[in-house]
Antibody, heavy 121, light 110 residues
């Protein structure tokens, strides 16, 4: 069955860096784009970034542009997000999700369980 | 960042019908398919509806969706206690090159 497992979360001081990983299994990893979506405590969902299946395209939310970098290693079935210059407002559960595109639809069909990032001094 | 607008809350008694609206714009709902997610407390979002009105395997048929222009809606008919959760709409946004999410609606079963 399709599984996505995030790791790398933790407590980090403002201005420092953290790298999250998303490991996929149960599907051909190189076929699907992968997204990061975050949810601040008690708040709604916010899209963060996407990387195309072959890594050829990457897009970011304005709130993280220039600070976060998404990448992938299809040989390891893993997507990463390098988060630099972290701010208190980056505190959230970070989910990775699989992109599925059909003839007339786009959706995020499978999600990981999330990893918590807390930015605090 | 642009978001889709949902009512903050909705409620009903068991067996009733609840409808959640989702308002967007021409760059997202107006030109792309709509998805709905259910998020139970402490868990990851679960895909409920994709492509406006399609249910993934295992989703009960009391959940249905529709879209018209730049708006969409989720209907829950025959409300059950286990439907108490947060619900989010989402759509790809062509100007953002990413997904925009709704503000979320908390459904309470009275």
């Amino acid at each position: 069955q399709v599984q996505l497992v995030e790791s790398g979360g933790g407590v980090v001081q403002p201005g420092r860096s953290l790298r999250l990983s998303c490991a996929g299994s149960g599907f051909t990893f190189s076929v699907n784009g992968i997204h990061w979506v975050r949810q601040a405590p008690g708040k709604g969902l916010e899209w963060v970034a996407v990387i195309w299946n072959d890594g050829s395209k990457k897009y970011y939310a304005d709130s993280v542009k220039g600070r976060f970098t998404i990448s992938r290693d299809n040989s390891k079935n893993t997507v990463y997000v390098q988060m630099n210059s972290l701010r208190a407002e980056d505190t959230a559960i970070y989910y990775c999700a699989r992109d599925e595109w059909g003839n007339d639809y786009k959706t995020l069909d499978y999600w990981g369980q999330g990893t918590l990032v807390t930015v605090s001094s | 960042q642009s978001v889709l607008t949902q009512p903050p809350s909705a409620s009903g008694t068991p067996g009733q019908r609840v409808t959640i609206s989702c308002s967007g714009s021409s760059s997202n709902i107006g030109s792309n398919s709509v998805n709905w997610y259910q998020q139970l407390p402490g868990t990851a979002p679960k895909l409920l509806i994709y492509s406006q009105n399609q249910r993934p395997s295992g989703v009960p048929d009391r959940f249905s969706g529709s879209k018209s222009g730049t708006s969409a809606s989720l209907d829950i008919s025959g409300l059950q206690s286990e439907d108490e959760a947060d619900y989010y709409c989402t759509a790809w946004d062509d100007s953002l090159n990413g997904y925009v999410f709704g503000t979320g609606t908390k459904v309470t079963v009275l």
